[in-house]
């Protein structure tokens, strides 16, 4: 190849637009598990859990689909799955997120323990969302801002975290686990779902263990269940539908 064609080529190479990137790609590619929040630290491997592809699939920017229902078995990786969501967001696909877990405390709990290990862990992340130690960060234990977003995180018992702004992400933890009506202002599934309706192009992470058979909320609002994934549901801990 002489020089001219070499030029050429590497110019077209800086104009291509980046491949699009998913959030298993992502994890595997930027995602550690530290010690302190995790059983088996280091590398994140989508290839370990490869169930979960297909839910980080879903909640790529690639993929059309909506609403991602995950009704698992517990310490499978749901929790991990949306982590991973969010270090996506935060890192190549910015806009305002909200993180539910049922109650405040789980919420805090969650945060620190799990949410600073992943933004501590990642330096793409780290640079991203500024320390709350230092001055004028703007960042709590329940928001952490980020160029082009913010994620909020609330817990399913506080109507007032619930109804707090549009978001365009949202990400509910453990379902069935949020109580029925939350301060008298009704279901907080319902709640935060309000929340997104402003945005054409949202994604809602739902996951949960189910509980009582027939009182699941996950089990609700996963049927119809139509993912090749279900019918492997006896064989497989995971559930998933859109
Ligand atoms: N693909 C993976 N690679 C390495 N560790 C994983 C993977 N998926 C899950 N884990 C680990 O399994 C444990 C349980 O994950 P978690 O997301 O908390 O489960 P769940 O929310 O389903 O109860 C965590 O310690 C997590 O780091
Ligand atoms: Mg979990």
């Given at each position: 190849?002489?020089?001219s064609?070499?030029?050429?080529?590497a110019?077209k190479?800086?104009?291509?637009?980046?491949?699009?990137?998913?959030?298993a790609?992502?994890?595997?590619?930027?995602?550690?598990?530290?010690?302190?929040?995790?059983?088996?630290?280091?590398?994140?491997?989508t290839a370990?859990?490869?169930?979960?592809?297909?839910?980080?699939?879903?909640?790529s920017p690639?993929?059309?689909?909506?609403?991602?229902?995950l009704?698992?078995?517990a310490?499978?990786?749901?929790?991990?799955c949306?982590l991973?969501?969010?270090?996506?967001?935060?890192?190549?696909?910015?806009?305002?997120?909200?993180?539910?877990?049922?109650?405040?405390?789980?919420t805090?709990?969650?945060?620190?323990?799990r949410?600073?290990a992943?933004?501590?862990?990642?330096?793409?992340?780290?640079?991203?969302?500024?320390?709350p130690r230092?001055?004028?960060?703007?960042?709590?234990?329940?928001?952490?801002?980020?160029?082009?977003?913010?994620?909020?995180?609330?817990?399913?018992?506080?109507?007032?975290?619930?109804?707090s702004m549009?978001?365009?992400?949202?990400?509910?933890?453990?379902?069935?686990?949020?109580?029925g009506?939350?301060q008298?202002?009704?279901?907080?599934?319902?709640?935060?779902?309000q929340?997104?309706?402003?945005?054409?192009?949202?994604?809602?992470?739902?996951?949960?263990?189910?509980t009582?058979?027939g009182?699941s909320?996950?089990?609700?609002?996963s049927?119809?269940?139509?993912?090749?994934?279900?019918?492997a549901?006896?064989?497989?801990?995971v559930r998933v539908?859109r």
């Open positions: 190849m002489d020089g064609s070499l030029a050429r080529a110019w190479r800086a104009l291509a637009p980046d491949p699009p990137l998913s959030v790609s992502w994890a595997d590619r930027h995602r550690i598990l530290s010690s302190v929040a995790s059983a088996e630290p280091g590398r994140w491997s370990r859990t490869p169930y979960l592809r297909e839910v980080m699939e879903a909640l690639s993929s059309p689909i909506e609403r991602v229902v009704m698992a078995g310490q499978v990786g749901k929790t991990e949306g991973n969501w969010v270090g996506f967001v935060i890192h190549h696909a910015p806009g305002p997120m909200l993180l539910v877990e049922p109650s405040l405390e789980t805090k709990r969650v945060s620190r323990q949410l600073d992943l933004i501590e862990a990642t330096p793409e992340l780290a640079e991203r969302v500024k320390d230092s001055r004028d960060s703007g960042n709590t234990l329940l928001m952490k801002e980020f160029p082009g977003g913010v994620l909020i995180l609330t817990g399913a018992n506080s109507a007032v975290g619930l109804r549009p978001v365009r992400y949202l990400f509910l933890d453990e379902v069935d686990a949020y109580p009506d939350v008298g202002e009704g279901d907080p599934v319902e709640l935060a779902m929340r997104t309706v402003t945005f054409r192009r949202r994604k809602i992470y739902l996951c949960s263990t189910p009582l058979k009182l909320r996950t089990k609700t609002f049927l119809p269940a139509t993912s090749p994934m279900t019918s549901a006896c064989s497989s801990p539908s």
